[in-house]
Each structure stands twice: as structure tokens, then as C-alpha cells.
């Protein structure tokens, strides 16, 4: 079989029909759309410019789009020049966005990677198009065609389509390009400009996407999404931007140029504003006499002062147990490897499992519940999730005995969904239980049979979806009658406690238990063990579980209150940097930092050019730095008496109070990090802190290498 049209940049390639959609082309890499762009570009600050690139990788790109064309401008000198620094530093592959071919064959020979070209159109009759298009076969490129000849940019669908079909038939039949790449255009116009003959513009670019899709069999479908908001102030513009982008999607597009960091989830955005857009794309008039460009004005000028909707920033970069539950919670699996890799030699593979990945996974579901991720997102944490225990896995193997009580697993009718069952296994067997896990889609009368035969001592059912809420009550009805006694634990994003006990567990005659996460689970196993579980009951949930408390309960405080070595603080200032530096994450230092990926490269090249290149350029770095004394690492720590105020902790010190507040969870358990802590009535508790630096020396060094202008040794 043929290979599937794919991208590539020297270091990883990227399918051009993502699963799920779309492929995100950054876009604001563009001396023509960012106006910080613009300015580093226009000022010759081509590290700047690069910066705003790699920015987009980090918000979640699948390539960066690259358009430097710009009024007394040399293109082909600025695309060069920024193609070297996009094929050395960014790790996702490159769109090369020009319409000079002499530029255009100027970047395609530096690039080594498979780029897409943006773009070819018939406006000309095809000349321009035949020498892109001839480049594009030449150096193995796909290609993005615009909906245009020489009448101008289609305006309907069917004009767009069958500018699309004569743009396919030239490119494939005369050039020889595969159909699978070629990515079409087919244009949106702005909603914006208040035009009557665009008022259906969104409309046409809907139906043709469909139409193309349907039409030209392997081709692919791509439009630059921001256009349909210009002229509209920024939260409308990215709330409308992001409709339709979910719209495209459901007519079938493929591929997206779009800003990836301001995407909004869609169950996300409020159906206020999500009608006011509806209403616009689909020139749907409000029936009160306005237009529905009024309507969409009127409304969002009615809450311009709202917060915008969408995921909370990304924090600084933090110990590596908090990045790598940022990388499950973004389902960003680049770098995971190292992650692992360092975080394998600070603590067990269990403790990986246990206090990072399952916490981590615990916030995606909890963010789903409340509508804030799509399920495209929520799957992309579980694929990060599951090969990130698949990682652990060989580690975890032996952790646990195989014996003990016995607990069948399943995901319920209907449901395919299995990684948060998958982990409830893991951490069941490496707690000591023996775990029958029968897979997805598994029927009732199904998990009777098993259950029975394999004697078993609880059963867990799983699902994602709401349907499968449903289905589990209704299997419990099918357990009862089958004359099942065992315990029912149940657990899914789309479970809630109150369902679980009123609607779940007075249809069985043993306890039916809600799981919020696998720690619930393997909580209710003990409880089971104890002779204490018991059905969920809903008066516990009112009580608990549906608003945050003053101070969450289930936690001890019968703890002996820890006696410090002594109270107030302390600093340290000799300390050798030959002992700190073995706690160097090197994996991310040479593949992150400094870009020695290993891309291509056997496993065998790639250790060579860490023996023969990288390591002795580190080794270089860390003699330069002990003898000219630029690393000076200092500490300063101490222990200090607290009580915990509500959600706040107070510290002494030196006869003055200080006052830490600490956020709460807004979902169950409700915990908040000053209920770990006694209350004054309770007699007080010890906390300690500490803050370390690296030393004045390396950050003035590192300000004068930026200011000399010398970037890679900044970078290194």
C-alpha cells in the first residue's frame, strides 16, 4: 500500500489527515497577518521571528506556516534565511506560504524535510501554477490550491468546486502529484465587512468543503479559518473563529491554518455566544428586523467584559512530576520519553502511576465533565496516557502479587472506551488483586458468565460516554436477576454520584459504588477487604460532594506534629555545583534545548552523535562554568509554626504572621492544599520552605551573550 501523505521536518512527521481532524497550521508566522512578526522580521531580528513560530509548536501546531513576503523586502533572501532557522529549531514541519517560485525553489532546497506549499490558483491560467507544481513533484511537496482563476475567488460552491477540479486534473494528470496531496481551499470571506453578497459566504465555503470531499476522491480540504472574523473585535473573533472551525470540521475539512493557542473547545464556549455565531455563519436573521451581522455585533458588544472561555494558561515550568501531568493534560506527548526517563530515577514506577499520571488523568475527566474538552481533546490525554504506561509498564511488571481477591473488568455495551480501565488494572495488580479484564463492548449477559466463572469478588464497569451511564443501570438490573451478589463499582466521565445512588444502586441487592478515579476504586477493594463498603448514598453527596466546604473532609490531622531541627530560616552558600549538576535533566537539555533529536537517525547514529558531539560540548560548558565560576548555587530554608485559616495557611516568623492563600478545587473532593494542615483549635502544625537559584553570574552572562548578539551560545 501506498504511504499516507505526511509532512516532515528533520526530526518528526506529521500525517496530513489527522485522527481525529484537523492538521493545525499555525498561521501567525505571517509578515502579513502578526504584526510582532512583522516587527522582528522588519527589524532583522530573525531569532525573534522564529520565536513567534516556536510558539505556535508549543500551543499545539502540527506545522508552522511561513510567509515573509512583504513590500521592499527581498522574499527569497527572508525565506531562506528563516526556512534554516525553522529546520533547525522546530520540530514540527514547515508551510512554506509564497507565491514566487525562485523563492519558493530557494527554500525547498535547504528544507529537510517534506514541506507544503501555500499555494497554486488558476488566476493566471496556470503558468505560475505549472512551475510550483513541477517544484512540488521535483522535491516531493504537497500542495495547498486556492479556489481561484481568472474570474477572481469562487464565490459559491459549485463555482469552487469545479475551480477544484480543474486545479486537481492539472496537478495530478500533468505533474503527477498524488490527489492525497493536494489540500483545497476553497476560501471563506469575511463576515465582517458588512457585505450583502458575502452575507452567504460562510455558507457556500461549508457546502463546498463537502462537495470537494465527495467529489475528488483522496483529496484533502483546507482553509485559512481566521478570515471569516477580520474586522471583528478579538473575543468575538476567536469565539467565532472557533465555531467555525467546529462547523468545517463536521462538513469534512482536513486541515486548519489557524492560531492552535486560541482554539476554544467547543462545549466550551457559552450557547449565547455559540448562537450569535450559528446565526451569522448561516445567515440566519433573528426575525426582529435585524440582520444577523447586527444581531452578532449587539451581542457581543453586550459582553465585551467577560472573560474569554477556554483552557487556563499553561504555568511555568515546574518539577518534573507537575510538566508531566501538564503534558497528560495538554495530550502533548512530545518529550514523554525523557520525562519518564528522569522521573524513573527519582521514585518508583508505581509512584509515577500513582501520584502523577492517574492525578493528571483524574483532571482531563473532571475537565470533561464540566464541558471544558471535547472528547477529541480528553483522547488526546488518554493516547499520551497510555504510552506513558505502556513506558512504566516493564517497571510496574512484579510490583504486585497476582493473587488475592478477585475483580472482573469490563466497559460496558456499546462503549469502546478503555484506557481509564486499563489503568484501574494496572493499579489493582500492583496492589495485590487479580484482575479479569474481558475489554470493551462487553455485553451483560457477557460479564455474568465470566463473573461466575472466574468466581470473582467485585465487578468494575467503565464507560466514557453518557449512553453508557445508562447502560450500566441497566445491567444491574440483568446482575440482579442473574442472582449476582458481588459488589459493582462503576466509574466513567459521564457518571455522577447522585445517579450512581439513585438511580443505580436500588436495583441490586450488593453495594454499587461510584469510582470517581482509580484511587476510588481501589479504595472501595479495601473497604471490601474491611467489611465496610457500602452503597453510595446520595444524603453524602448533598452534604459533601456538590459544594466546595470550609475544609474537605477525609483528611487526618491525628498525625504527631513534626519537631524541625530548629525555626526560622537558614541559607547555604558553598555549595560545590559539581553535586547539583547529576540532578541535570540531560535528555532534556540535549533534545529540547538544544535540538539534538533524533529524528531519523538508527538508535546507534544517534548515541554516536551524543558520545562524539553533544556530550563533549556539554562537558566544555560545565568546565567553563566551575572555573569562571558562573554557576554559584545557593538555598535558603527553615521551618516555621503554622495553623491552617480555611484556605489559607498563616506562618510565623519573627513575631509577624504571614498570610498564604491557596485555591480550592472546584470539584470533589474539594480539597485545597491548607487542609493538610491543623487549625490553631487543633493545636497548630510546622511547615517548611525552601527557594534555591543558580547564581547572579550565569543570568548576567547569559544577558551579555543576547546582547552581543550571540544566540546559539544564549541558546546552549
Known sequence: LPAAPALASAYHAVA??????????????NANGSKRFRERLLADDLEGALRVAQEQEQDGAHAADLCVAYAGRDETADLTAMTRRFAASL???????????????????????????????LEDGGAKLDRVCALAKRFGAAVVALTIDARGMAATAGEKLAVARRLHDRAVERHGLRPG??????????LGAGDEKLRRSAVETLEAIRRIKAELPGAGTILGVSNVSFGFAPRARRVLNSVFLHEALAAGLDAAIIDA?????????????????????????????????AAFLEHFTAVAGGAEPGREADGDAGPPEERLAEQVVRGDADGLEDALAVLLRRRPALSILNDVLLPAMRRVGEMFARGEL????????????????????????????????????????????????????ILLRNNGYRVINIGTKVPAAEIVARARAETVDAIGLSGLLVQSALVMRDDLTAFRAAGLRVPVLLGGAALTPKFVARDCAPLYDAPVVYCADAFAGLRALRELEAGTLRSTEWS?????????EPRAAGIAHDHPVPRPPFFGRRH???????AVLPYLNEPALFRARWGYRRGPRSAEAYEELLRTTVRPKYEALVRQATDEGLLAPRAAYGWFRACADGDALVVEHDGAEYRFAFPRQAAPP???????FRTAAEGGDVVGFFVVTAGDRLVERARELFGADRYRDYFE
Open 16 to 29: 496530513l489527515r489527522q485522527d481525529p481532524p484537523p492538521l493545525l497550521i499555525g498561521e501567525r508566522a
Open 91 to 121: 520540530r514540527i514541519p514547515t508551510v512554506l506560504d509564497s507565491t514566487n517560485p525562485a523563492a519558493l525553489e530557494a527554500a525547498l532546497r535547504l528544507h529537510p524535510g517534506r514541506c507544503l506549499i501555500n499555494s497554486v490558483n
Open 181 to 190: 496531496d493536494l489540500l483545497f481551499d476553497p476560501l471563506t470571506f469575511t
Open 261 to 293: 493557542g486560541k482554539v476554544l473547545p467547543y462545549a466550551a464556549i457559552p450557547e449565547a455566544d455559540r448562537r450569535a455565531c450559528l446565526d451569522l455563519l448561516y445567515d440566519r436573521a433573528p426575525g426582529d428586523g435585524r440582520t444577523p451581522l
Open 374 to 425: 471535547l472528547l477529541p481533546f480528553v483522547l488526546q490525554s488518554a493516547e499520551v496516557m497510555k504510552r506513558a504506561v505502556d513506558r512504566l509498564r516493564p517497571h510496574l511488571e512484579g510490583a504486585g502479587g497476582d493473587g488475592g481477591r478477585r475483580v472482573l473488568l469490563a466497559t460496558v455495551q456499546g462503549d469502546v472506551h478503555d484506557i481509564g480501565k486499563n489503568l484501574v488494572e
Open 540 to 548: 453524602e453527596v448533598a452534604a459533601n460532594g456538590d459544594r466546595a
Open 572 to 578: 547555604v552558600t558553598d555549595i560545590d555545583p559539581r
Open 670 to 676: 474539594h480539597r485545597c492544599l491548607s487542609d493538610f
